[in-house]
């Protein structure tokens, strides 16, 4: 085995005498190495053309080459596969590995773990109902979009944020007040309410006292609805957007709206992300 690697310097100088007309034997005694290396980082230039050290393959896969093709077909074929699963079917064909080889092995070939996104489910009607809602909107200035009144309710839990939360602390602070998430059983009470904004600013909050319904619909509408346009200076012709939920698009409601004369935007269903209140709603509950 070989215990020593000549520095580069001395792999050009071999190369460099043997460009001169010298012969192994000779480049051998000059620089006082073995004639076979002399040889062999001389066929190395001739093929590569460098004297370099060139990327060696490392320790022999323990899987076949037809094994990690299996495992990457799998792993695309059905993305919710896991590792556990994985190293199983290998292991069934004879080729036993541990989790960390799969995982290599798929990252080799882009594919990573992550956590899968909750998205409203869509069926083939909403799909097209959204692409038609996109194209119909295409040529839309911004001046039209700034005529807009954004809505929705939620619902917001006093102790209902759930996401992830970094903290800058030292060591054996953890469970410092500043440093911790409060918590309590049952959620700790929640209430419902009905917001709206536009790109001029933010409109009415309303707390939601009980059941929503049409009639109560209504009368939020009534009472905050020509109330925060004219605080936005939205104008009499601007354009008012709710969802498609059943108490927006009851017959009474949908009268409301064309007594008062104002226009609602034509919403695709199972669309909340198209309602950039969403981002806002967000932030507020955060």
């Known amino acids: 085995m070989k215990n020593k690697e000549h520095t580069r310097q001395v792999r050009d100088t071999v190369v460099k005498k043997f460009k001169a007309g010298f012969g192994y034997k000779k480049i051998s005694q000059a620089l006082n190495i073995p004639r076979r290396t002399v040889q062999a980082i001389i066929l190395k230039w001739k093929e590569y053309q460098t004297t370099a050290n060139l990327p060696r393959p490392g320790r022999p896969s323990k899987l076949s080459a037809h094994t990690r093709r299996r495992l990457i077909r799998d792993a695309a074929k059905r993305p919710m596969i896991t590792l556990d699963e994985l190293q199983r079917s290998t292991a069934e064909v004879g080729d036993s590995v541990h989790r960390t080889t799969i995982s290599r092995i798929l990252h080799k070939s882009g594919l990573y773990g992550r956590v899968a996104r909750r998205k409203p489910f869509l069926k083939d009607i909403h799909k097209k109902c ?6 119909s909107h295409l040529g839309d200035t911004p001046n039209m979009w700034k005529k807009v009144l ?10 209902g944020n759930n996401a992830k ?6 060591s054996n602070t953890a469970h410092h007040p500043e440093h911790t998430i409060p918590t309590v059983k049952h959620g700790g009470g929640s209430i419902m309410v009905w917001a709206c904004f536009s790109s001029a600013g933010t409109g009415k909050i309303v ?11 209504r009368t939020i509408l009534e009472e905050n609805l020509m109330e925060s346009a004219k605080d936005l200076r939205l104008g009499r012709r601007f354009v008012f957007q709710q969802d498609n939920d059943p108490k927006h ?5 949908m009268e409301w709206f064309k007594n008062k004369h104002i226009q609602v935007l034509e919403w695709p269903s199972q669309s909340p992300d198209l309602n950039p209140i969403e ?8």
Request: proline share 0%.
């Open 130 to 135: 959204c692409l038609k809602f996109a194209t």
């Open 207 to 217: 707390k939601i006292d009980g059941k929503m319904d049409g009639a109560k619909y």
């Open 150 to 159: 954004w809505s929705d309710e939620t619902k917001i839990e006093l102790f």
């Open 165 to 170: 939360r970094y903290v800058w602390r030292k």
């Open 279 to 286: 981002n806002l709603l967000k932030e507020l509950k955060t």
């Open 249 to 253: 698009k009851a017959k009474s409601t």
